[in-house]
Structures are given as C-alpha cells and as structure tokens.
C-alpha cells in the first residue's frame, strides 16, 4: 500500500497540472480508485478546481505536485489546510453517487452486469431513481471515457432508462429506408432500438421514430447546451428536476411489457426478459416467415380434416365384400371325362365329368374344412391337413373324414351355360341315405 501510495501520489489517476477541467464521471471514478486503494479522498475544493479546470490548493503551479506520504499523518504534516479537508471529507455522497452507491463502493464488491440488471429492474418496480453512468461505471470498476463538462453523452444504458430523447436531424441510413416507401410499424422501431443497444450505436431520436412510422415530427423548441454543474445530491430526485416528456412517437415507440409491467416476474420466462429491458417482440413478418406460417397451417388442416373423416368412418356401417354364391363355368362340351380344376383358386370347385353325368364337388374337406389336392397320378383327392382321402368322384376311403365331399346345386342357363350355385349343397350324412341323386345335384352327359 506504501508502495502505491508513493508511485501515485495524491494525484492518483488524475492528470498533472495544467490539465483541462474534468466531468463529474472522472471524479467519481477518481474517488472509486482512492477508495480502494486506501488513498486520501478528495475534498469539496479539490472537485470544485478539478470541475472549473485550476489547480487544486495543494498542487503548485509550475506542472508538479507536491509529494505527499501514503499514512494520514503524513499528509496533514506536508499540506495542514489540505490534509485537514482531506481527514474530515467522508466517503458518504461523492460526486455524481448516491450515499446507497456510494457505500457499495465503499464494500470494495466488484459487481455484474446482471447484478446491475437487476438492481435497475428492482428501482423500477420500486420507483426509485435508475443508476446513472457514473453509479454504473462506480460499480462495475471500469474507467469512464473523459468528456468536456459542458457535454455529457448519456451511455446506451442510461439512454434506456430515459424516457425522452432529443430531436434531431434523419440519418442517411434512416432516410434511405424513408425512401424505400415501406411503413414501419411500433415493434420494428421497438427491435431497431434494441439492436442499436446491443451494437453500441446511437438510438433513433423523435424525427426518425416520426419519419418511419410515416407520422408527423413535433418541432422541438431549441435549448441550450447543459453546463456541468455541482454533485447531484443523494436521494430522490424533485419533480422539477423531471425530464419532459418525449413526442408521442418517441414515447409509444419506447413503451412496451417492458414498461408496463407490474410485479416480479419468473426467472426464464418473456416477462423476465421484458421487466429487464429487453423488447418483446415477435419475428419479422417477412414473406418466408408468412410462408412457414401458410405451411404450419395447412398441415393443421389436414390433420383435423383427417382426424373428422376417421370419426364420423366410425358411425358408418361396415360391408363385408364375398365372392358371388352363383355363377357361369362355361358350356357341358368343354369338359372331358376326369376331374377338371381350373375353377379352384376362384371358386373352391372342381368340375367332375362322369360317362353319365356332370356334377361339381364343393372342395371342402368334411373333416376340419382344410382344401383338399387332387392327385392325378393316385387319382384320388388328399387332405394335406390329416390325411382324409376321396376317390374322383369325391367319396371318402380313408383317414378321418366322417362322409363324401359335399357337391353345388348345378343347372343350364338360359344362354346354355353351367349355372353353379354354391348356396345350395347336396351331403351325404353316414348312415343316412345320399341327396347325390337328387334333382339339381348333377347334369344328365
């Protein structure tokens, strides 16, 4: 600490005499360097000469300053008038910071962005006064660009707690939009302000919200450049001290959730973001946008449409389609002697040829109900499921089967054709007598 406190001198990080007068933001970052670093404070006379550009009571006037030791004691010996202002100054309101700042600083905690989020978001809802730069630069313990004191410009974060912007004169880039013809609406402005925030560029003022909302701009009376003056002093700020209000276009342009709402939002959530400054809006309404949005839509639609069809399917009866229980084989000449399979897959028959007769066996096993084969080289049908076998007139001879195959109503058409109707079979029960001679069961050869 010795060590420091001789290498800077009273002068810590301020220039050496001459220098130029320096703005309240240099002080107090000044007085945040003395404060951690255990130096001297300085007094209400040396802020007044560093504001008015002279020299301070203890520096001499040829460019150098008189050394001072690091201890207190010290100092009071070299310079008794300064060191006694010096001892009695209080780290309590400091150029440009409230006595709450003032005593975080003191703390020596370094914070976050975040954290200052945060504290905004909290003065906010309270409604207490936002951080200024100097409050904010103090906190952090970063260095504030020196300005001329009759000028201040206002950082992108105390431009956002503001609620009025001064007019001025349309950008080239702003009058080239103006130019395109395209109006834009409260929410591209709103975005717009917040891409400049993030960009470190300067905001757009009444003339230009004006200009692209396609409105009127107020003319503003001309006023004069603000001078530097004297620490603002801890507290609430009086209602005379207020800025005016801004244009109606500057001020619908700057309103948004973020403004309006009320209460302590979830942390994640859009009214977080919102409450902590950030614009909530939605994605551009571009012509790729709206085309997604078209797509979304219409496979909405489509689903429900489907999902409607398949419900009201449900109260409709069903039909089971059967293949026809009557039909046309053809003409008696076409058939030779033997047992003629052409029609098995279609119709499950087979058409049997006798020297006497013309029947059809209904190819169903009377067994299990398994499609028997017919074996032209055993001359015989056999069950491939239990082995039942018939002769080619369809009688049973061995295996299980318990009587002959069932045989299908047949009679000539009108047009000389075989009608086979398979509603109507002809059986031969065990032990009962045979339906095989029974009109209908056969056609004379």
Not at 101 to 121: D, L, N
Not at 221 to 237: H, I, N, S, Y
Not at 337 to 362: A, C, E, H, N, S
Not at 384 to 390: D, I, Q, R, V
Request: charged share 20%.
């Amino acid at each position: 600490m010795t060590d420091e406190s001789a290498k800077a001198g009273v002068l810590g990080h301020l220039p050496p005499w001459p220098r130029q007068a320096l703005n309240n933001s240099v002080i107090a970052m000044e007085q945040a360097y003395r404060q951690r670093k255990g130096l001297p404070l300085l007094s209400d006379a040396d802020i007044g000469a560093l504001k008015a550009g002279q020299p301070m009571a203890w520096e001499s006037g040829n460019g150098g300053a008189t050394p001072v030791a690091a201890s207190p004691a010290a100092s009071a010996a070299a310079s008794p008038p300064a060191a006694a202002a010096v001892a009695t100054s209080t780290p309590a309101p400091t150029a440009g910071l409230s006595e709450d700042v003032a005593m975080w600083v003191a703390e020596g905690r370094k914070w976050s962005k975040s954290t200052i989020a945060a504290e905004q978001a909290r003065r906010g809802r309270k409604g207490l006064p936002a951080l200024n730069d100097v409050e904010i630069a103090a906190l952090l313990g970063e260095p504030v660009a020196e300005a001329p004191a009759s000028a201040v410009t206002p950082t992108p974060a105390a431009a956002a707690s503001q609620p009025a912007a001064a007019t001025g004169p349309i950008s080239a880039e702003v009058a080239k939009w103006v130019a395109e013809g395209r109006k834009w609406s409260k929410s591209t402005i709103a975005a717009e302000q917040a891409r400049r925030g993030r960009k470190g560029l300067p905001t757009l003022n009444d003339a230009e919200i004006a200009a692209l909302l396609g409105e009127q701009a107020a003319a503003a009376p001309a006023a004069p450049a603000p001078t530097a003056t004297a620490a603002v002093p801890a507290g609430p700020r009086p209602a005379a001290a207020k800025a005016a209000p801004a244009s109606a276009a500057a001020s619908v342009a700057r309103s948004g959730e973020s403004t309006s709402y009320v209460g302590t939002p979830a942390v994640g959530t859009s009214r977080a973001a919102a409450a902590g400054g950030v614009a909530s809006i939605g994605p551009e309404n571009s012509e790729v946008n709206q085309q997604r949005r078209r797509l979304v839509w219409s496979a909405v639609a489509a689903f429900l449409v489907a999902w409607f069809l398949a419900f009201f399917r449900f109260f409709l009866p069903r039909t089971l389609f059967e293949p026809a229980t009557s039909f046309k084989i053809g003409y008696p000449e076409e058939y030779g002697l033997g047992v003629d399979t052409k029609f098995q897959q279609k119709y499950r028959i087979w058409v049997d040829r006798t020297p006497d007769r013309i029947f059809v066996i209904y190819a169903r096993c009377t067994h299990l109900g398994c499609t028997p084969d017919w074996k032209p080289s055993e001359n015989k049908f056999k069950c491939p499921c239990h082995g039942s076998g018939y002769d080619s007139e369809g009688v049973n001879f061995e295996g299980p089967a318990p009587r002959p195959m069932d045989r299908a109503k047949v009679e000539i058409a009108p047009d000389g054709q075989i009608l086979v109707d398979v509603s109507k079979l002809y059986q031969w029960p065990k032990g009962q007598p045979t339906q095989f001679n029974e009109d209908g069961s056969f056609l004379r050869a």
